[in-house]
Nanobody, 126 residues
Framework: QVQLVESGGGLVQAGGSLRLSCAASGRTFSTNNMGWFRQAPGKDREFVAV????????NYLDSVKGRFTISRDNAKNTVYLQMNSLRPEDTAIYYC???????????????????WGQGTQVTVST
């Protein structure tokens, strides 16, 4: 049974930092792209970042470029999201996801990801 478990969320002041982790179990995802998405109240789930299977290629939502960094450790079956210079508009539930059919494409559409974690809340105060 595949499980993705996010951790590291919390309450932080604007300008602060958080590091999210997503640990996968049940199978290895070392050959799959992994991504982070977020969903704010009343809004659709949106793409935040994606990393390819080897960690050499990434893609980001424009508004987080230069502030967020996605990385992965395949030995630990874990993907990370380092978030710096946080803003109140970053407040959301953050989800990690696995693209089980990557085919070398860094996808940004939630429906194309097969496995999802339960989410972790990130709240940025002014």
């Amino acid at each position: 049974q595949v499980q993705l478990v996010e951790s590291g969320g919390g309450l932080v002041q604007a300008g602060g930092s958080l590091r999210l982790s997503c640990a996968a179990s049940g199978r290895t995802f070392s050959t799959n792209n992994m991504g982070w998405f977020r969903q704010a109240p009343g809004k659709d789930r949106e793409f935040v970042a994606v990393v390819n299977w080897g960690g050499s290629r990434t893609n980001y939502l424009d508004s987080v470029k230069g502030r967020f960094t996605i990385s992965r450790d395949n030995a630990k079956n874990t993907v990370y999201l380092q978030m710096n210079s946080l803003r109140p508009e970053d407040t959301a539930i953050y989800y990690c996801a696995v693209d089980a059919h990557s085919f070398g494409i860094l996808k940004t559409t939630p429906v194309l990801y097969e496995y999802w974690g339960q989410g972790t809340q990130v709240t940025v105060s002014t």
